[in-house]
């Protein structure tokens, strides 16, 4: 029952007056690997459509963004902060940060690896090329947002996360502090939220039954809405976000929606 009452506070619509919203028309660019891009087959899904919305027919997935605002999901699947400079990926993102400068828009542009860094070179690796990045988005004018990468659900028999890949996450933040940029700590709050809910709940929103690292529809949903509310406190009423009070409760509060 509670979980029936859960996906209509997900799914449904909230109405928000225009005046709700800054004046300042916004947009966002997502840079990252699989646990940031669109899940269109296995082995990929991220926060990425929770986050902008899709409209696939096959998986609706709401915004958490007001309408009418840009949300263009560069994300490529097995990315590291190498091979997304190599394979000209990062020149699509910066193409798109570009054209929504030139239309006089506040672009974020948010940047999230280290799933895919961890399994080839240390962080200060990482570190190196996240710092290349956001000095490139800033000369184009865009606002980089580092964030850090989206928990495994794999646990210890404790119920604690055996978490691998906090000395990216620790490097991700130090590259913020160092730059100054805002940061989104996204690792820290989804091991907090997944190790309330628990390993089952937990594995409900994984993409297939052993994917401890991407996300199914309900999955992008919550930590979609997660990404929103780290946004939220980090660019207080700043950001054309929709409120979502039922689903930022059952996170704050470590409740499963699904």
Known sequence: MFQQVARSIVLGCFLVSASAFPRVPTSFVLVGDSTTAN?????????????????????????????????????????TTGSFVADGSFNISLANIKAEVAKGRRTLVTIQFGHNDMKIAPPESMGANLTTMVNQIRALGGEPVLVTSLTRRTFFDNGTIQDLLGPWADETILIAQQQQTHLLDLHAHSITYVEAIGPDAAHRLNRSPDDNTHLNENGTIVFGRLLADLFNASFPSQLPIIPNPGLTFNITNGIPSY
């Open 39 to 79: 899940g269109t087959v296995l082995d990929s899904g991220g926060w990425g459509n929770g986050f902008c919305g899709s409209t696939n027919p096959a998986a609706l997935t709401p915004s958490s963004l007001a309408p009418g605002t840009p949300c263009i999901n560069t994300a490529k699947n097995g990315a």
